[in-house]
């Protein structure tokens, strides 16, 4: 239902962690707010500008509601400042060890900028043409479905009303855009205990 773009910064100490037929893995947390980065991300389509964010965050986010794309149409510039050399140099590791060439990195000081535009790194198995073919027909029913229910508003609050009193049952997809229903399921279990 929406064309969007994030970066983030995450840290792990520990093992792994698993929540039986949740989460087995990995688990990385936000940093603290004393490590906030500065932070820039611009997704575009086709060449064309969707958005911008540039804050201290640990997390950028952005979407467009109703803004159906092809994930070949998208392209992302990532700017990000670490907090000292040793981060730096990890960070650019992390990008040369994912297939990035140290020539596709824009380095200044601490700063490092890359285009994101196809991924480097191998995706997960459940990512196939047919699996991959059968969301974007999904994203762009429920695209052209948002659309054709707000096409008489122009803002985001009017659209949302609109969404709650024609397709409530379109309200929540619309309200955890950016969340994963992993996510969502573990917080109401965690909420629950």
């Known amino acids: 239902m929406t064309t969007g773009g994030e970066v983030g910064v995450y840290n792990t100490k520990g093992p792994g962690l698993n929540i039986p037929g949740?989460?087995?893995g990995t688990f990385y947390?936000?940093?603290d707010d004393d490590d906030l980065r500065s932070m820039s991300i611009t997704l575009k389509k086709l060449g064309k500008t969707l958005f911008k964010r540039t804050r201290p965050h640990w997390w950028l986010t952005g979407f467009k509601l109703?803004?159906?794309s092809e994930p070949s149409e998208l392209t992302m510039n990532i700017f990000i400042t670490l907090k000292n050399e040793i981060m730096r140099n990890a960070f650019?590791?992390?990008l040369i060890e994912a297939g990035y060439s140290k020539d596709e990195l824009i380095i200044s000081g601490n700063s490092v900028g890359v285009l994101f535009d196809k991924p480097r790194n191998r995706?997960?198995?459940t990512r196939t043409e047919l699996t991959d073919g059968i969301t974007q027909r999904k994203n762009k029913l429920r695209c052209d479905k948002f659309n054709l229910l707000t096409k008489d508003y122009d803002n985001s609050w009017d659209k949302i009303n609109a969404i709650q009193e024609s397709a409530p049952e379109m309200l929540m997809d619309v309200l955890n855009i950016g969340k994963t229903k992993k996510y969502l399921r573990c917080s109401i279990q965690f909420k629950n205990i």
């Open 92 to 94: 650019i590791g992390g």
């Open 123 to 125: 995706q997960p198995i």
């Open 29 to 31: 947390y936000c940093v």
């Open 22 to 24: 949740i989460f087995d």
């Open 66 to 68: 109703g803004e159906f």
